[in-house]
């Protein structure tokens, strides 16, 4: 076949979804002082490391990993307390369990729904998998709109609700009662993805005794993890034994694995980061409140969402990176994220930086 024809076999054998969607990008970073994709920003102690490294000299590379990955699952299972008739399963960080998710339910006239602005994933794997996506938007403050939302889940019948909690990129926890409500209400499964656990300290995890619809996503990604690409999903086992049909044999890696249960021997060490971060995210809040024009929402996560002046997001980035920061620029997505930025918390001096070359952009 010639490179004349390409397009046109692209055009004909690639679904039209597909061609509309953009591949999901991450910036270069090199150089730069990196707050813009809410890692945690501190590395392992050295005597942690050691440690590690020396567990890691009794990996077999040559031999398959064990296919289920029962000692992290059973380290989790411990660490979480998860009661009889609860399971769990792994993912290569939480999009693959979405796409796992997604997959299991995909079908003529299904329907995914999630409040928005958030996370990104939720609608580029159900455009991925034929699913159809709705959007019901949070309020201007990025509340979760109950009344809205009560009413889309009458209207469209989702098969698939998402809730993040934390959202992001607000970075706040929806109310309790409300969220409560939209569960209640969902005619199928609902996922809140706790990606930020760590940070806010409130979960559902106990409401999966009261709802047998919901489940609940979360990450090691944010803990300081976020190299091991590791996500786990619990719910009841029902659920999470037809999720496992489609999981791909060997998706969590032998040195993940070995690396993960490693970490969670030494939870106490993350944890303390954890405090650490959110400690330091009082200090950046307090810091864009100093600044005139700047306006920071309340965060619950490892990062903060600011609004700047009008028409002003896309120079203010540009100059922040040309002084060596990066972060994460939400204006091109437009809504109620026009003239908006995301921060993530870093290292005491990380933080000083960045507070420092905003307010010389800005002046």
């Given at each position: 076949?010639?490179?004349?024809?390409?397009?046109?076999?692209?055009?004909?054998?690639?679904?039209?979804?597909?061609?509309?969607?953009?591949?999901?990008?991450?910036?270069?970073?090199?150089?730069?002082?990196?707050?813009?994709?809410?890692?945690?920003?501190?590395?392992?102690?050295?005597?942690?490391?050691?440690?590690?490294?020396?567990?890691?000299?009794?990996?077999?590379?040559?031999?398959?990993?064990?296919?289920?990955?029962?000692?992290?699952?059973e380290m989790l299972r411990q660490s979480l307390g998860?009661?009889?008739?609860?399971?769990?399963?792994l993912g290569n960080g939480s999009d693959e369990l979405?796409?796992?998710?997604?997959?299991?339910?995909?079908?003529?006239?299904?329907?995914?729904?999630?409040?928005?602005?958030?996370?990104?994933?939720?609608?580029?794997?159900?455009?991925?998998?034929?699913?159809?996506?709705?959007?019901?938007?949070?309020?201007?403050?990025?509340?979760?709109?109950?009344?809205?939302?009560?009413?889309?889940?009458?209207?469209?019948?989702?098969?698939?609700?998402?809730?993040?909690?934390?959202?992001?990129?607000?970075?706040?926890?929806?109310?309790?009662?409300?969220?409560?409500?939209?569960?209640?209400?969902?005619?199928?499964?609902?996922?809140?993805?706790?990606?930020?656990?760590?940070?806010?300290?409130?979960?559902?995890?106990?409401?999966?005794?009261?709802?047998?619809?919901?489940?609940?996503?979360?990450t090691l990604s944010k803990s300081g993890l976020a190299?091991?690409?590791?996500?786990?999903?619990?719910?009841?086992?029902?659920?999470?034994?037809?999720?496992?049909?489609?999981?791909?044999?060997?998706?969590?890696?032998?040195?993940?694995?070995?690396?993960?249960?490693?970490?969670?021997?030494?939870?106490?060490?993350?944890?303390?980061?954890?405090?650490?971060?959110?400690?330091?995210?009082?200090?950046?809040?307090?810091?864009?409140?100093?600044?005139?024009?700047?306006?920071?929402?309340?965060?619950?996560?490892?990062?903060?969402?600011?609004?700047?002046?009008?028409?002003?997001?896309?120079?203010?980035?540009?100059?922040?990176?040309?002084?060596?920061?990066?972060?994460?620029?939400?204006?091109?997505?437009?809504?109620?994220?026009?003239?908006?930025?995301?921060?993530?918390?870093?290292?005491?001096?990380?933080?000083?930086?960045?507070?420092?070359?905003?307010?010389?952009?800005?002046?």
């Open positions: 076949m010639s490179v004349d024809k390409l397009p046109a076999q692209v055009e004909r054998l690639i679904r039209s979804e597909i061609r509309d969607m953009k591949a999901y990008q991450v910036a270069d970073a090199s150089g730069l002082t990196k707050l813009d994709a809410m890692e945690n920003p501190y590395g392992w102690p050295d005597e942690l490391l050691d440690g590690w490294l020396q567990r890691l000299r009794g990996v077999s590379l040559n031999r398959y990993p064990d296919p289920g990955a029962g000692g992290v699952r998860l009661a009889e008739g609860l399971e769990l399963i979405i796409q796992l998710i997604l997959q299991a339910v995909a079908g003529p006239g299904r329907q995914v729904m999630a409040p928005g602005p958030s996370f990104v994933m939720y609608r580029m794997i159900s455009a991925s998998v034929g699913l159809a996506y709705q959007e019901v938007p949070l309020t201007p403050e990025f509340e979760l709109d109950c009344d809205a939302m009560l009413l889309a889940l009458a209207k469209f019948s989702p098969d698939v609700l998402f809730i993040a909690y934390p959202n992001n990129p607000s970075g706040n926890l929806f109310d309790s009662g409300d969220l409560a409500s939209v569960i209640e209400a969902a005619p199928g499964l609902v996922v809140v993805d706790e990606a930020y656990f760590p940070f806010a300290g409130k979960t559902v995890m106990s409401w999966l005794d009261r709802y047998d619809n919901l489940l609940v996503m979360r190299g091991l690409r590791l996500g786990y999903l619990v719910g009841h086992r029902a659920w999470i034994q037809e999720f496992d049909k489609l999981r791909l044999p060997y998706n969590i890696n032998v040195l993940t694995q070995v690396s993960a249960v490693f970490a969670l021997e030494h939870e106490d060490v993350f944890a303390a980061q954890a405090a650490d971060i959110r400690r330091d995210r009082k200090v950046v809040m307090d810091g864009l409140a100093a600044l005139e024009g700047v306006r920071g929402y309340p965060s619950d996560a490892n990062f903060i969402l600011f609004r700047l002046p009008a028409g002003t997001a896309d120079q203010v980035f540009t100059r922040l990176r040309e002084a060596g920061v990066l972060v994460k620029n939400l204006g091109p997505q437009g809504g109620p994220l026009e003239d908006c930025l995301r921060v993530t918390v870093g290292t005491p001096d990380e933080n000083r930086a960045f507070l420092k070359a905003l307010s010389n952009v800005l002046t």
